[in-house]
Structures are given as structure tokens and as C-alpha cells.
């Protein structure tokens, strides 16, 4: 039986070694614990066979008080094993939760993140919890054996076939049940994924009436998965159900070979209950695990889906040579990109180079690959073929973080983050250990670069003013100046910038000219993408992509005119095509 489809990563593995005293000493106090559990056993077996016939009650004192004692102390090892599974959970997390947070936010998804972690709490809960302590209670079943054959080998094989039948339908169970839950787990995150996109873009969903039709749409996603999960759970259940009836009379079945046995004077009275004890004890925890099913499989999958994140050969975080700052110096060589999925190619075979203090204006019709141009550039997104250099070094050389350091990115959606609009200008700088007033005067510095400086001081808090998720707080201008800002943070050599004038009025725009021509002048390389030309005429060169190719680059002057020719030539073309088409 397959349990895991590709062996475990690294990072997993390391993190696993690290829980290991917390997990080996819960398993030492498991034993502990299923050796205890024998006292009530042994203690039925005095009172019937010592106590009664001799009428001792000093005897039944002292047995009481030691069963008491015994009690006492597998309830405290319980706790304690309770608490060391949790500290085994508590230790995973620390030492997984901000990989799998990085390799979550790396890999470009919607809703990713949340759903990732989501799986990553079900397979640390399902290591810490009740699974967990079935799992280590098992092994101990043999101690109950063991003791059933001292009373009696009768008692001794029933107990051990008991065993064995339960296994059966522990077996049955998960080959019944693991393409259904493995189905249903998929399609719950799928409708979980749907339901975040769904929230992110909640202004624009009202907006356009969709409210209704994405209600209907997710409530059909969750049928769909909670039908599957029910078709999962009903067979599992069927099987816990026969497990449990299986256990109960086996119980009963104990009880009356003991009963047998001890008319037949091969056993006492006092084993007649301790028999019946001890296929209760021995079979429990294999339905226990049973029981937990469904809960095992999810996190089975939950699992499988993690170790997707990490490629073979790959850790958490791969550390390399630190390289100098750079100077801003940018080469595509023959990159090309692939919409994901197979999809259609985006960009192919794009070359060039920007030098420091150069500004690059990139043009072209919807769909040309401007945006997909700019993402690569800025790092956003890994070419599916060439190679992005900064100051010649491969981006994927970089340790993303410090990589983003020497970039300014302003996508065209802006992506602020939920926050305030200094944590979001300084790009969270407080929260990864920077110094706060170096971080205060880095952010004002940024804000007065873009020109927005009076536009901050002017809102209810400043730059203390809380923002939603995608900047809800500040219009769409608003938004993308504080965006040009966080840009600016810090002056990165490289700026890529996807119109960032889109939303802005003409005192925006002129701020924005004035920041980019400063940047120009400290050596900052620049990319510019725009529809709105305007920006374009403080550009050093052009860019024309058409279907994700490079058809024109060259001095601006030099492309206008070239465009100008084409746009003549082709509306030469177009009117003799219409008097053609006109003649009789």
C-alpha cells in the first residue's frame, strides 16, 4: 500500500528529526501507559478471586489503593503525553510554517497561501492529536496478547484472530475509501480557493451583479465536494460500524469463553471479567484508527500536496554567494514564457539590454506581453526559457528578498496590502528587523520622491493610515502614487514600471515624470510600460511588441517615425482596398 506519492523533502525530513525526543518520549510514555492499564484487570482478577472467597477487606483496601495509584499515575503520563504531542505540533510549525509561507507565496496562486496552510495545520493536527496517540497505542496491543495467553491460550488466540479481523477491515476500509477522499479533499480546496477569490474581488462582484450567480456557482463547488466527502464518509462509516459491532461482541464472546472455561474449572471466576478487559484494551486502539479514517486519508493528501512544494533537490531556502550591489544593468537573453497549464506562449525570443540612467518605454497592443515583459524583468515570474541578468548575474542567483532590495516594481493593479500605507511604502520593512526610525525617514524620503508626501499628511492618520487588502482606503490614483512610493523605497537601481499612469491626473503624471527623470539622474535603470504615451516622451528608447515579439526597438524618434510610416502606409493600403472594393 502506497502511502505517500513521492518520498518526503528534505525540509520535511530535517523538520520530523527535530520532533523527534518529543515524539520518541510520547511513545515511551504510550508504553507506560498500556502497561497500566493491565491494573484494572489485575485488580478485578484479586477482588473475585482473593477478595471475595477469603472475605478480606484489608486485602481490598490495599488493592483499591494501588489501583488508585496506578490510575492516577496513567492519567498524569496521558497529560504529559498529550502535552508532548502538542509541542511535537507547536516545533513543526515553528520550524515549516515560514518555508511553506515562502514557497507558498513564491508559487504565484490565488488563494494559495491560505490553502496551503490550511493542509499544513491538518497533517500537524493530525500528528499531535488522537491519530497520533492510536498510532502509538498499537503496537502496545501485543502486551494484552500477551497477558490473555497467561490466563488462558483460548483467551489468548481469540484475541489475536480479534485483532487480525479488525486489521482486515482497517485494510478494506482505506482501499474503499482512498480514491473517494483524495477526490473530495481536491475538490474541497477547490471550492475553498474559489470562495477567497471570490472575497478578494468582493467591489467588483457587487458591482456587477454577480453576487448571485457566484453564490449559486460556489454552493455548487460545495456540493460537489461535500458529496464526494459523503460518499467517503459514508463508506467509512459502514466499515467503522462493522468495526465496532466486530469489537463489541468479541467482547461479549470473551466474556462467555471465560465463562466456559472457568465452569470447565480451567480458569478462575475473577479471569472471566479480565478476559472480557482485555480484548476491550487490545482491539481499541485499532478502532480508534479506524474510526480516525477519514481524518488519516485527508491528511495523507493534505501531505502529498506539501511535498509538491519542494522539488527533489531543493530545501526551504537555497543559500548561495552573496553578490554585490548592483548597478541596475538589465539583459534578457531569447526569453521566452508560457502561460501556465500549456497554455499559449506569452513572450518569445526577447532580447535586449538597458544600461544605468536609461529609460526603456515598451509599447504595443492589448495582448502583446508588456505586462508579462515587465513581470520577468522585475522578477515576478521565472522565463520558461533565456535568462534575466542584473549586472550579469542570473535573478535566479539572487535570494529573492535581497534581490528585491535593488528592484522598483508598481504592477498595474498597484497590490497594496492590508496595512498601513508606511508598512506598505517601506514594504514591510518592521516586521523583517528593520530599524524603525531609519524605516520612517526611508519611507517620507520615498513619498516626497513620488510626489505624494502632501497627499499622505493630508488623510485621517497619515502615514499611519490603515489600508484593505488591494488598498481599499484610497482611490485608484491614490492607490497607484503610494505604490510609485513603495517603488521608490530605499532607491533601487532597477525600476520596472506597468502603467503607472493608468489612473493618475495630470498632477499625478507630472509627479510621476519628476520622479522618474530623478531617477534617471542618480543611474537607476527604467522600464516603462504604458498605453497612455505621455509618459513615453521622456524615454531614451521604444519597445514595440506585438503577439509576445519584439517587432521594433530603437531611439525614440526612430520608432515614432518608423510607426508614423507603417500607420501611413497602412492607411494608404486600407483606402485603396475601400476604392477597390467601391468600383463598379
Not at 267 to 278: K, Q
Not at 390 to 402: E, M
Not at 408 to 424: F, R
Request: net charge positive; charged share 15%.
Amino acid at each position: 500500500m502506497k502511502v505517500l506519492d513521492a518520498p518526503l523533502p528534505p525540509p520535511l525530513v530535517a523538520a520530523l528529526r527535530a520532533c523527534r525526543p518529543h515524539l520518541v518520549a510520547a511513545a515511551v510514555f504510550s508504553a507506560l501507559i498500556n502497561i497500566l492499564l493491565l491494573a484494572p484487570t489485575i485488580y478485578m482478577m484479586q477482588v473475585y478471586d482473593r477478595v471475595v472467597p477469603t472475605e478480606g477487606r484489608l486485602t481490598l483496601l490495599y488493592l483499591t489503593l494501588v489501583v488508585a495509584f496506578a490510575l492516577a499515575t496513567q492519567t498524569a503520563l496521558e497529560s504529559v503525553r498529550a502535552r508532548l504531542l502538542t509541542l511535537a505540533g507547536l516545533r513543526l510549525d515553528r520550524l515549516l510554517a515560514g518555508g511553506i509561507l515562502q514557497k507558498l507565496m513564491s508559487a504565484m496562486a490565488p488563494g494559495s497561501s491560505a490553502q496551503g496552510m490550511r493542509e499544513f495545520d491538518l497533517v500537524r493536527q493530525a500528528m499531535s492529536g488522537p491519530v497520533a496517540t492510536a498510532i502509538m497505542d498499537i503496537p502496545w496491543t501485543p502486551i494484552y496478547v500477551l497477558v490473555a495467553f497467561m490466563i488462558h491460550p483460548a483467551l489468548g488466540a481469540m484475541t489475536v484472530a480479534g485483532g487480525a479481523l479488525l486489521v482486515v477491515l482497517a485494510v478494506l476500509n482505506e482501499r474503499a475509501t482512498r480514491t473517494r477522499a483524495r477526490e473530495a479533499f481536491m475538490a474541497q480546496a477547490q471550492a475553498y480557493a474559489s470562495q477567497e477569490a471570490a472575497a478578494a474581488n468582493g467591489e467588483v462582484v457587487r458591482a456587477l451583479g454577480m453576487r448571485g450567480a457566484l453564490r449559486e456557482r460556489q454552493l455548487a463547488d460545495r456540493r460537489t465536494g461535500l458529496d464526494l466527502s459523503a460518499k467517503a464518509q459514508f463508506t467509512g462509516g459502514g466499515y467503522s460500524a462493522a468495526t465496532k459491532f466486530t469489537r463489541m461482541f468479541l467482547q461479549s464472546a470473551a466474556l462467555g469463553l471465560g465463562a466456559w472455561l472457568a465452569v470447565d474449572k480451567q480458569i478462575s471466576a475473577g479471569a472471566i471479567i479480565a478476559a472480557s478487559v482485555l480484548m476491550s484494551r487490545a482491539l481499541q486502539p485499532i478502532e480508534q484508527l479506524v474510526g480516525s479514517w477519514g481524518l488519516v486519508g485527508q491528511a495523507r493528501g493534505a501531505l502529498n500536496n506539501l511535498i509538491k512544494l519542494f522539488p527533489p533537490t531543493q530545501g526551504l531556502e537555497v543559500s548561495g554567494t552573496q553578490l554585490p550591489a548592483p548597478t541596475g544593468a538589465l539583459s534578457l537573453e531569447q526569453v521566452a514564457v508560457r502561460a501556465p497549464g500549456e497554455g499559449p506562449v506569452l513572450l518569445r525570443g526577447v532580447a535586449l539590454k538597458l544600461t544605468p540612467g536609461e529609460i526603456l518605454g515598451v509599447i504595443g497592443p492589448s495582448g502583446a506581453g508588456k505586462t508579462t515583459l515587465a513581470r520577468v524583468a522585475a522578477g515576478a515570474i521565472t522565463p520558461d526559457a533565456g535568462t534575466v541578468r542584473l549586472d550579469g548575474a542570473n535573478l535566479a542567483d539572487w535570494d529573492g528578498d535581497k534581490l528585491g532590495r535593488y528592484i522598483g516594481y508598481v504592477p498595474q493593479d498597484s497590490a497594496l496590502l492590508a496595512g498601513s500605507i508606511k508598512d506598505n511604502i517601506s514594504r514591510f520593512a518592521i516586521w523583517a528587523g528593520g530599524d524603525p526610525a531609519i524605516v520612517d525617514a526611508n519611507v517620507v524620503a520615498a513619498a516626497q520622491a513620488a510626489g505624494v508626501h502632501e497627499l499622505i499628511l493630508r488623510l485621517p492618520k497619515g502615514y499611519d493610515t490603515h489600508l484593505g487588502a488591494g488598498g481599499r482606503g484610497l482611490s485608484a490614483g491614490q492607490a497607484q502614487r503610494v505604490a510609485l512610493a513603495r517603488a521608490l523605497y530605499g532607491d533601487p537601481p532597477l525600476l520596472i514600471l506597468d502603467e503607472p499612469n493608468s489612473a493618475l491626473d495630470a498632477d499625478g503624471e507630472l509627479a510621476l515624470n519628476n520622479a522618474i527623470l530623478a531617477a534617471k539622474a542618480r543611474g537607476a535603470t527604467i522600464l516603462i510600460v504604458a498605453h497612455r504615451t505621455g509618459i513615453l516622451n521622456i524615454a531614451d528608447r521604444l519597445l514595440v511588441l506585438r503577439d509576445g515579439q519584439m517587432e521594433l526597438l530603437g531611439p525614440r524618434a526612430d520608432v515614432v517615425a518608423k510607426m508614423a510610416e507603417a500607420a501611413k502606409a497602412g492607411a494608404a493600403k486600407s483606402a485603396s482596398t475601400a476604392l477597390q472594393a467601391a468600383k463598379p
